[in-house]
């Protein structure tokens, strides 16, 4: 069964303080693995799509890696504006367009 | 383009009362998706659909929930009878083959 696990659940950081967020998956031949941002009260917003090992993707503070178990969420010198829940999704081969959640890090970050 | 619209955008009901969550997919997306989200279980897939026609419905928890789409524009979500367990935000997305989802903003329902 596909599965997606993220870690930490939470995660408080003070302004300028770089770290990384976890996403380990389990799938029958990944198609994509994708990466979202979600703000209280919205939903969640497209970040990335990563498609093979070894890919990277970056967009101002943030920068996603994949390896063939994992994938990384780095931000680098984060700004209280980067405060929301990241969430990570695959897509197996097989599924067409379906794509499976994981619970996703609530990410706070200090001023 | 106004991406993905839903209505309402909350909604309160009494146990046991019909309710129906209305979508609009963005234009051209030819895939549609309806999701829910609580704090437990987080984002769950109920149904999608490619060209109108359903897909794949495992996701639906009962059958008093059911889904629809008459048309490339627009998606019902309906559950008869509501239970206050239904109490949750339900999310529709909608995409092309191999992109990523848009969100809409969800609607938040509440079973009292």
């Known amino acids: 069964e596909d599965q997606v696990t993220q870690s930490p659940e939470a995660l408080r950081l003070q302004e300028g303080e770089s770290s990384s967020l976890n996403c380990s998956y389990t799938v029958s031949g990944l198609r994509g693995l994708f990466w979202y941002r979600q703000d209280p009260g919205k939903g969640p917003e497209f970040l990335f799509t990563l498609y093979s090992a070894g890919e990277e993707k970056e967009k101002e503070r943030l920068k996603a890696t994949l390896t063939k178990k994992e994938s990384f969420l780095h931000i680098t010198a984060p700004k209280p504006e980067d405060s929301a829940t990241y969430l990570c999704a695959v897509q197996a081969r097989s599924s067409a367009s379906k794509i499976i959640f994981g619970s996703g890090t609530r990410l706070s970050i200090r001023p | 383009d106004a991406g993905v619209i839903q209505s309402p955008r909350h909604e309160v009901t009494e146990m046991g009362q019909e309710v129906t969550l209305r979508c609009k997919p963005i234009?051209?997306?030819?895939?549609l998706f309806w999701y829910r989200q609580t704090m437990m279980r987080g984002l769950e897939l109920l149904i999608y659909?490619?060209?109108?026609?359903?897909?794949?419905d495992s996701g639906m928890p009962e059958d008093r929930f059911s889904a629809k789409m008459p048309n490339a524009s627009f998606s019902t979500l309906k559950i008869q009878p509501s239970e206050p367990r239904d109490s949750a935000v339900y999310f529709c997305?909608?995409?092309?083959?191999?992109?990523?989802?848009?969100f809409g903003s969800g609607t938040r329902l509440t079973v009292v």
């Open positions: 659909f490619n060209n109108n026609v359903p897909i794949d």
């Open positions: 997305a909608s995409n092309r083959l191999g992109g990523g989802y848009t």
């Open positions: 234009s051209g997306h030819d895939y």
